[in-house]
Nanobody, 126 residues
Framework: QERLVEFGGGLVQIGGSLRLSCAASGRAFSTYAMAWFRQAPGKERDIVAAISWTGSSTYYANSVKGRFTISRDNAKNTVHLQMNTLKPEDTAVYYC???????????????????WGQGTQVTVSS
């Protein structure tokens, strides 16, 4: 069964760091683009970062550029999101998502991603 499972969420102080991980099973992980989305209460689920199947192409939302880094390890079927200098507005449920995509062009819309994890809560507090 295809599945994505996120790890690493939690409560962190303003300016702190967290590393989210997503473990994939049941599909050819290395042939899929991967992304992190987030959804705050009352808001849309928006893309945070994405990475191509080779790892050579990445995308970041403007709000996280320079603070977040997405990476992947195809040998371990995992994708990570390193989040530094966290702000209260980063508080959200973070979702890992997979898109069948063998190009280096990354998709920003939710509809392109056909497999989702259950989400992990990140709370940034003073």
């Amino acid at each position: 069964q295809e599945r994505l499972v996120e790890f690493g969420g939690g409560l962190v102080q303003i300016g702190g760091s967290l590393r989210l991980s997503c473990a994939a099973s049941g599909r050819a992980f290395s042939t899929y683009a991967m992304a992190w989305f987030r959804q705050a209460p009352g808001k849309e689920r928006d893309i945070v970062a994405a990475i191509s199947w080779t790892g050579s192409s990445t995308y970041y939302a403007n709000s996280v550029k320079g603070r977040f880094t997405i990476s992947r390890d195809n040998a371990k079927n995992t994708v990570h999101l390193q989040m530094n200098t966290l702000k209260p507005e980063d508080t959200a449920v973070y979702y890992c998502a997979a898109e069948p995509n063998l190009s280096q062009r990354l998709s920003e819309g939710r509809s392109f991603y056909d497999l989702w994890g259950q989400g992990t809560q990140v709370t940034v507090s003073s």
